[in-house]
Structure formats: C-alpha cells, structure tokens
C-alpha cells in the first residue's frame, strides 16, 4: 500500500496568514492525489483533485501543487471558517489511502 | 445534484453484523462508482472499498476483504455495505462516497453512519 504522510500534524494560525500544509507519497503517484477538508462532526469535503486543479464552489484562496512523491496545500489568507482538519489522499492505486491529517487551529 | 443519504446510527454486539445503507439520487446510479470510508473516533480516514454497479466490479481494501460486503440495488438506487464479525474496534463513522468515474476522487460524500460496538 502507498502511505501518505502529512506535516505538520497540527498547526495554529492567525486569520489572514498564509498558510503550507505538505504531504508525501511513498512511492510516485503521478499527480493522483487529492485534498479535504473536514470540520468537527461532519463529512470531509473535496478541495483539490488531481493535485492542482480546485473543486466547483471551493474559494481560491485554497491551491494545491506537487506531483510525483511532494505536495502542497495552501491557503493564501485564513479565513475564520478555514479552521478545520485537512488530509490528503492518493488515488494512484488501491487501496486509495489518507494521510493521517493536519488539524489547522486558530492562535 | 448529487445526493448520497445514509441509514440512522446503529448499536451492535461483538460477533455480530451490520448493513449500512446509501442512497444515492440526482444521478444515474447504475454508472457511479461509490466507495466506502470509516473514520473511528478522534482518528483519520480509512478506505475501506468500492463497488461500481455497471460493471458489477467490487474492489476491497485487504484488511477488510472477507469481512466486508459491497451491494447495489439498481432498482431503489442504494449502496449497502455490510460488516460481519463486528469488534469494538470497528466503531466508527462510515461514509459513502461518489468515487467519480472510478478514479478515486470522492467528489461528494454522505453524512456518515455511526456504527458503535458494544457489548
């Protein structure tokens, strides 16, 4: 199985900062590789699919980059409703597997 | 648009079973691919399979392979995922997710089912 690893695991941020969250595959996955964003109690939410490209209704303060083994989440300018848990997840081969998540905290 | 609606939360014993239930409307249901994720309290997300009902394909994570079982019903447009041999460790929120067109970008997601093992 392909293991993603995220990093940070946690990381407190200001309203209005920029803001880097990476993840790397253990072996190439082309740009097979997708963002979400999940909030306490409810479902994860598509952000970025195929490394790069944004998902319909998603701001565009959020972008993604990266292919093969590294990758990037970022946020240009936190907003208040951005604090949230953020995983990755290649879709290369199955099984399709996550990182273990970035939870993004107000400081 | 997409919809996915999942069953109410279930409690179960060790040993037993459980079928969660998904049902999709505002798409064509025979040609979607849905998949299956859990996510155990305070912890992250894990796939666990997916089942396209056209092809009558249905893929499984290896750790659940043998436990777990992908259904469709073409005719009332639901998603069934059933697990046997239940353990507390199975406790978890199950989702179900639009695969779309097979290629693992789980583009829209149903509320979650919470499975709790208890004896």
């Known amino acids: 199985d392909i293991q993603m690893t995220q990093s940070p695991s946690s990381l407190s941020a200001s309203v209005g900062d920029r803001v880097t969250i990476t993840c790397r595959a253990s072996q190439s996955i082309n740009t097979y590789f997708n963002w979400y964003q999940q909030k306490p109690g409810k479902a994860p939410k598509l952000l970025i699919y195929?490394?790069?490209s944004l998902q319909s209704g998603v701001p565009s303060r959020f972008s993604g980059s990266g292919s093969g083994t590294d990758f990037t989440l970022t946020i240009s300018s936190l907003q208040p409703e951005d604090f949230a848990t953020y995983y990755c997840?290649?879709?290369?081969?199955?099984?399709?597997?996550f990182g273990q998540g970035t939870k993004l905290e107000i400081k | 648009q997409v919809q996915l609606v999942q069953s109410g939360p279930e409690v179960k014993k060790p040993g037993s079973s459980v079928k969660v239930s998904c049902k999709a409307s505002g798409v064509t249901f025979t040609s979607q691919t849905i998949s299956w994720v859990r996510q155990a309290p305070g912890q992250g997300l894990e796939w666990m399979g997916r089942i396209t009902p056209m092809l009558d394909i249905e893929n499984y994570a290896q750790k659940f392979r043998g436990r777990v079982t992908l259904t469709a019903d073409e005719s009332t447009t639901t998603a069934y995922m059933e697990m046997s041999s239940l353990r507390s460790e199975d406790t978890a929120v199950y989702y179900c997710t639009r695969d779309l067109d097979g290629s693992g970008v789980l583009d829209v997601w149903g509320k979650g089912t919470t499975v709790t093992v208890s004896s």
């Open positions: 195929a490394a790069s």
């Open positions: 997840q290649q879709s290369y081969s199955i099984p399709y597997t």
